[in-house]
C-alpha cells in the first residue's frame, strides 16, 4: 500500500512537469499526461471534451444534466482520477461545444448517438457511466436503447426514469414553499411576468432549496447556471426553468423499461432534491441489486454540496 501511494505521487509530480513543459496538450498526448482537451464530432456539430487521468481501471464517462449545464458542476468528480481516466463532456448546445441554434437538434435520440460519438472518439470500449438529472435520463435512455454495451456499472444522480413523476414530485415541493409562493409562481407564469423580478426571486428560493444548498453558490454553480440560460438545448428540450418543463422531454417515460438494466447501479439524491425521493426509489426497485444513498442536508446538486462524501461513495460503488 505504502509503495504504490509513493509510485503514484511521484507519477503525479512527473505528469506535473510534462504539462507545465507542453502547454497546451492535444488528444494525442493524452496517454502520457493527466488532463487533455480536444473536440469530438458528433451528430450536428463539435462537442468539447476533457479526459482526466491515466489510470488502470474503467473509464468514468460523465453525463451532466440540464440540458445544456455542461460539465462544470461535475468538476469535484476529478478526485476520481487517481485510479482511472474521468471524461467530461459538454453535450451540444452548451457550454465550450457547438450550440447550433437549430431546434430540431436538440432530441433524445441524436443525445443518444452523441454518447455513441463520444466513446468512439475517446476510445471508450469499456465505461462506468454516471448521468446527472437530465444525464441520468440519458444514461437510461442509452441503456434500454443501445443495451449497454461495454457498461460496466451505472450511477444515476438526482435520477428520474419517468418526467411525468418527476413533474409531480415537484408540484408538491412547490406547493409547500412559504408563504404561498408556488401558487404566485404559478399566477405570474400565467400572466407571462418570467422576466420580472418577482417571479426570478421566487425561483432563485426555490433552486437555493431543491437545486443546490451550497448558498452562495460556488463559481462551478455560477457557471452551469450561465451555461443553462444560454443553451438551445434547455429552452427546447426542458423549458424556461426546472420546474416549468414544456420542453420535448416532457413525457419522456421509462419506467416500465428499467428492467433492460442488469449492471451494478447506484443511485444517489440529495434529502432536498428537486427530483423527488419517489422518482429514485422507483428506479431502486426496478434495477435488481442496485443501491439507493440519500444524502442529507443536500438538493439536487449533491456532488457540488458534499463533494467529499460524494466522492468517496462513488469512489467504493466503482472500485
Ligand atoms: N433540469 C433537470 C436537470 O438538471 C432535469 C429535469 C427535467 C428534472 C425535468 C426533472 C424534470 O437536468
Avoid at 476529478?78 to 452548451?94: N, S, T
Avoid at 436538440?106 to 466513446?119: F, G, H, L, Q, W
Amino acid at each position: 500500500m505504502y509503495q504504490q501511494i509513493t509510485r503514484r505521487a511521484t507519477l503525479r509530480a512527473l505528469i506535473g512537469a510534462s504539462v507545465a513543459a507542453f502547454g497546451n496538450l492535444n488528444a494525442r498526448a493524452a496517454s502520457v499526461v493527466p488532463e487533455a482537451t480536444g473536440y469530438a464530432d458528433v451528430p450536428g456539430g463539435k462537442v468539447w471534451w476533457m479526459r482526466v487521468g491515466l489510470g488502470p481501471k474503467t473509464p468514468l464517462l460523465l453525463l451532466h444534466g440540464g440540458p445544456g449545464a455542461g460539465h462544470n458542476y461535475l468538476l469535484s468528480m476529478k478526485a476520481l482520477a487517481d485510479e482511472r481516466p474521468v471524461i467530461f463532456y459538454d453535450q451540444l448546445g452548451c457550454g465550450r461545444s457547438d450550440a447550433p441554434e437549430n431546434d430540431s437538434l436538440y432530441t433524445i435520440p441524436r443525445s443518444v448517438e452523441e454518447v455513441d460519438a463520444v466513446r468512439r472518439a475517446l476510445g471508450l470500449d469499456r465505461i462506468v457511466l454516471f448521468g446527472s438529472s437530465w444525464g441520468s435520463m440519458l444514461a437510461i435512455e442509452y441503456f434500454v436503447t443501445r443495451g449497454g454495451l461495454g457498461v460496466e456499472k451505472l450511477v444515476l444522480s438526482g435520477a428520474l426514469a419517468s418526467i411525468p413523476q418527476a413533474v409531480a414530485g415537484m408540484r408538491r415541493l412547490l406547493e409547500a414553499l412559504p408563504n404561498g409562493g408556488g401558487a404566485r409562481l404559478r399566477t405570474l407564469e400565467a400572466q407571462g411576468q418570467l422576466q420580472t423580478d418577482e417571479y426570478q426571486s421566487l425561483v432563485q428560493s426555490f433552486y437555493e432549496k431543491h437545486l443546490c444548498r451550497a448558498v452562495p453558490w460556488p463559481p462551478d454553480v455560477l457557471a452551469t447556471v450561465d451555461n443553462i440560460s444560454k443553451s438551445p438545448a434547455y429552452r427546447v428540450m426542458n423549458g424556461p426553468n426546472e420546474f416549468t418543463i414544456i420542453g420535448n422531454i416532457k413525457d419522456w417515460e421509462r419506467r416500465s423499461d428499467l428492467g433492460a438494466i442488469r449492471v451494478p447501479t447506484l443511485i444517489t439524491t440529495g434529502q432536498y432534491d428537486e427530483v423527488t425521493l419517489d422518482c429514485a426509489q422507483t428506479i431502486m426497485e426496478a434495477i435488481p441489486g442496485s443501491q439507493l444513498l440519500i444524502f442529507e442536508g443536500c438538493s439536487h446538486m449533491t456532488m457540488v454540496e458534499k463533494p467529499v462524501e460524494y466522492v468517496r461513495a462513488l469512489r467504493a460503488f466503482i472500485a
